[in-house]
């Protein structure tokens, strides 16, 4: 399992469109191959898919986001607004910040690389559990009734 489990994140995809398809799986190649004890959290709803990346198994510990649109993806991280942006560059307010990708050719690597080692380090920073934790997993955390109907058309995913 990890990286190498796609098959359901694959046919979470099919909707979207190619550009799309690839900037996602382009943007989770990028953060397992930095990462690879991470894991991957997928959430699947109506209009989205998120893959998001932890140091544990828990939502509440992600330190970046994929987050699947129709026309983009857009790249969070999570506590972003406790992480330095000197090029101005992440868009939100609050504490989820992210930029938007439409062409990975585009996306700034090198400085999100470090504005990702910050994130990650706040992440294992504040985790609250002593257990022995999981890493390197790929999880599938839900998937909506709705988006089962979408990816379907039936109600049995």
Not at 82 to 96: E, V
Not at 139 to 148: D, F, G, T
């Amino acid at each position: 399992m990890g990286k190498e489990t796609v098959h359901d994140l694959v046919k979470f995809l099919l909707p979207y469109p190619d550009k799309v398809k690839a900037a996602a799986l382009w943007l989770r190649e990028f953060v397992w191959d930095l990462y690879p004890e991470s894991n991957e959290l997928i959430y699947v709803d109506a209009l989205s898919v998120a893959i998001g990346f932890s140091p544990s198994d828990r939502a509440g510990d992600k330190f970046c986001s994929i987050a699947v649109h129709n026309n983009h993806v857009n790249f969070g991280l999570n506590k972003g607004s406790a992480i330095a942006d000197p090029n101005k560059i992440l868009s939100g307010t609050g504490i989820y910040r992210f930029i938007r990708v439409t062409n990975v050719e585009d996306f700034p690597a090198g400085y999100i690389k470090k504005m990702l080692a910050e994130a990650y380090h706040n992440s294992v920073g504040g985790l609250k559990t002593t257990k022995q934790q999981i890493t390197g997993q790929t999880i599938v955390k839900s998937v909506s009734p709705a988006a089962k109907v979408r990816l379907t058309g039936q109600q049995n995913l």
